[in-house]
């Protein structure tokens, strides 16, 4: 499952970075950039709920341990 919380945060990395391409710094908020700042606030959003994951499973893992 590590695996795929790695390949999530990446895919999520490359959907920031593509969406930060079409956004028109003029308008905002008007037309095509409207969707990508959507698409970057979900890649953020997909890589903190990935972090939090992986963090709550390295806490399992030592609770486990101990």
């Known amino acids: 499952m590590k695996i795929f919380s790695i390949i ?3 895919i999520a990395t490359l959907l920031i970075v593509f ?3 079409k956004l028109d710094f ?7 950039s409207t969707v990508a700042l959507i698409g970057i ?3 953020f959003c997909a890589i ?3 972090s939090i994951y992986l963090v709550s499973k390295k806490i ?3 609770s ?3």
Request: charged residues 20%; glycine residues 8%.
């Open 8 to 10: 999530v945060i990446a």
């Open 41 to 43: 606030i979900s890649g």
């Open 26 to 32: 003029n308008n905002l908020l008007e037309g095509d």
């Open 60 to 62: 399992e893992n030592k």
């Open 48 to 50: 903190l709920l990935m």
């Open 19 to 21: 969406n930060f391409t």
């Open 64 to 66: 486990k341990n101990n």
